[in-house]
């Protein structure tokens, strides 16, 4: 832990394994939710007259560059151009790779309710929000959706109306069932 506390901008300046080292420590002792999405290199902190951190002298995090694991890979679909579109909203970020896992960008709980929202505006489809955190990565979310649109022989199936059909025809037999029952007791 001493290298990263002592002359981190050393390390930055030496090929900039600083955040990706830390980041990458941090997710063998935390869990994901704890890893913070954007890292600061300072030379000190800044302090009061009193010797305490001055939260409000602390830079923010440049949201622009963020420390992705792989290179920026452009959406190749349209559902995938939808989703990137609304994330990049949200996040305030100009460019967001369809590999990169949205929470490592900064997205939060919150966030996934908002484009949850706006997605299901975009897509004119139904999406829960546990899809969504099933699949964090615009990818992986096309790809699922792509799936769900396609029934296993490939034909578009709505898996709402198949849902409702069943139901309604559950209902419809024990309709018949409840009347069977009856009509024995009303003849005798």
Known sequence: WESYAHGPERRASAGGELVPDLRARLKQTLPPYMIPSAFVVLDALPLT??????RKALPAPDRERHEAASAHVAPASEVERIITEVWQALLGLAQVSTQDNLFDLG????????????????????????????????ATLAAHLDAVATGADGT?????????????????????????????RERS
Request: charged share 30%; aromatic share 2%.
């Open 49 to 54: 007259v009193n010797g305490k951190v001055n």
């Open 156 to 184: 578009k199936a709505d898996a709402r109306s198949q849902a409702a059909d069943r139901g309604q025809d559950r209902g419809q037999q024990r309709r018949d069932a409840l009347l069977r029952r009856r009509s024995p």
């Open 107 to 138: 997205a939060n709980s919150l966030l996934m309710v908002q484009a949850n929202g706006r997605l299901k505006t975009a897509l004119g489809r139904d999406l829960s929000l546990v899809e969504m955190f099933r699949f964090p990565s615009i």
